[in-house]
């Protein structure tokens, strides 16, 4: 009953941003935490940023601080993650998250999962 719907992938050439979105349905976005995370061909699905509650509380992980800003509106039950600066190695599948609080970047936190929205990013 829980859903979670991503949008905003593409293509981007190296340097440019892109925003994704998490449309959030069978529950308010309020509830719980919530989180992105990515994974590429071969690798681990690895956390990239996570919010809690209120959206006041906030992590990233290191190889994208400083170039990615997560944030939420609870009213439109809506997750977003601002990106920068894109480099190559940001291509991956991008998942949102509901997640268990507070805000943890590792999936085992992870109550339900989206079903993902590619980001290619060329150089």
């Known amino acids: 009953q829980v859903q979670l719907v991503e949008s905003g992938g593409g293509s981007v050439q190296a340097g440019g941003s892109l925003r994704l979105s998490c449309a959030a349905s069978?529950?308010?976005?309020?509830?719980?935490?919530m989180g992105w995370f990515r994974q590429a061909p071969g690798k681990e699905r690895e956390g990239i940023a996570a919010i809690d509650r209120h959206g006041t509380d906030t992590k990233y992980a290191d190889s994208v601080k400083g170039r990615v800003t997560i944030s939420r509106d609870n009213v439109k039950n809506t997750v977003y993650l601002q990106m920068n600066r894109l480099k190559p190695e940001d291509a991956a599948m991008y998942y949102c998250?509901?997640?268990?609080?507070?805000?943890?970047?590792?999936?085992?936190?992870?109550?339900?999962w989206g079903q993902g929205t590619q980001v290619t990013v060329s150089s």
């Open positions: 998250a509901r997640m268990f609080c507070p805000p943890i970047l590792s999936p085992r936190a992870v109550h339900t």
């Open positions: 069978g529950y308010s976005d309020s509830d719980a935490c």
